[in-house]
């Protein structure tokens, strides 16, 4: 533009091209400056005209592209007596994965798998089959993008609502990471945040380790999680804390630190770069965050309450034996105390003897 403005203030002006009546040059004939000047000016008229066609032709192309977002598409497929709720859970899968995407800022759209069962041991008939502990309500592949649910666990019914929401947590963590491997404790806490598995029965478990001084550092966390039900339980509740934990200290620490993984960074500097802790530092905090004091109180609460169900229980069946030996003795029959048939009574008579 500058350039034009330039040439036409010093060479005059230059024929307009939809002039169709042009005033015939009357003055000298043109120098080679007014035409080299001309020629830019129209040149750059033309560039500006179809630059602006071509930014324009651009931001229409990525319009619907932001205005309409990808829709991931989420199947579910129940199994045997499990068919009859994958409508239902179907219906409840895209809200679910919507949170996931916009906690961790997601904006990936390939598609999940979801596979529906009456009780998670029959897992290990899908194909590929899942080795899962009974106590396991659901399980998640992230790489393939496969999550398992189970209707029961141990026999007991699960919340299989929340139990995809974690499932599906487990993918988008692997997916903000950019694929890398996840520490176990960073992967399971990021689930249970993000799918609000905040239980007393956490609290419990913290609790009891803390008094007892057996918390298990995170980076033994790192590579799996124990295979009996109690330690594992501890595990889940002290990876669950430590995220809670970050996120206390900066509300985008889980996202941070996960694109800081997907940048190539390992745990610990991902970790320190977004909230200045090590891993062994966020140890401490997890034990911090539950005092002794408090840990001594929630375990003498429970030590209370099952002295006094114990004294209930006691009380309980210490009466009931008393009613069933009175019931035992009121069924007695009562018979006059006549010596049985048989039997001879011996009376001693002690005589004094005379002396002959
Ligand atoms: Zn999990």
């Known amino acids: 533009m500058g350039l034009a403005e330039g040439a036409g203030s010093s060479a005059g002006a230059c024929p307009s091209a939809r002039d169709e009546h042009p005033t015939p040059p009357s003055g000298p ?32 192309m990525a319009a619907p592209a932001r205005a309409e977002p990808c829709e991931p598409r989420i199947t579910v497929t129940g199994h045997g007596s499990a068919a009859a709720l994958a409508d239902e859970l179907a219906a409840a899968a895209p809200a679910h994965w919507a949170t996931v995407r916009a906690r961790l800022g997601l904006t990936g759209c390939a598609p999940v798998d979801v596979q529906l069962l009456p009780a998670i041991e029959g897992a290990r008939d899908l194909e590929p089959p ?36 974690h499932e599906l947590a487990h993918l988008g963590a692997r997916e903000a990471a950019g694929g890398r491997p996840l520490p176990r404790w960073l992967d399971e806490g990021a689930a249970r945040v993000i799918a609000g598995e905040h239980s007393s029965e956490d609290l419990s478990v913290l609790a009891r380790a803390r008094v007892g001084d057996s918390l298990i550092p995170l980076a033994a966390l790192a590579e799996g999680f124990p295979h009996d039900q109690a330690h594992a339980a501890l595990a889940y509740a002290e990876a669950g804390r430590a995220v809670s934990l970050l996120e206390g200290r900066r509300p985008d620490a889980l996202a941070s630190v996960l694109a800081a993984i997907a940048g190539g960074a390992d ?15 966020l140890d401490g905090e997890v034990e911090r965050s539950i005092p002794s004091w408090r840990a001594w109180a929630v375990v003498g609460r429970e030590i ?48 004094r003897g005379v002396a002959g």
């Open 29 to 60: 004939r043109p120098s080679w400056e007014r035409i080299t000047g001309c020629l830019r000016r129209w040149l750059s008229s033309f560039l500006s005209r179809w630059w602006a066609v071509v930014v324009v032709a651009v931001l229409a």
């Open 130 to 165: 899942w080795q899962l502990p009974h106590w396991a309500a659901g399980a998640a592949d992230p790489l393939s993008r496969r999550v398992v649910v189970a209707v029961t666990a141990s026999r007991k019914r699960q919340d299989r609502g929340r139990v995809l929401l």
């Open 267 to 281: 745990v610990d500097h991902a970790l320190w770069s977004v909230t200045g802790l090590w891993v062994w530092q």
């Open 304 to 351: 209370d309450v099952a002295l006094a169900l114990a004294a209930l229980v006691t009380a309980w069946a210490g009466l009931r034996a008393r009613r069933q030996v009175r019931a035992r003795l009121a069924a007695m029959p009562l018979e006059p105390a006549i010596a049985p048939q048989g039997m001879a009574l011996v009376r001693w008579t002690v005589q």
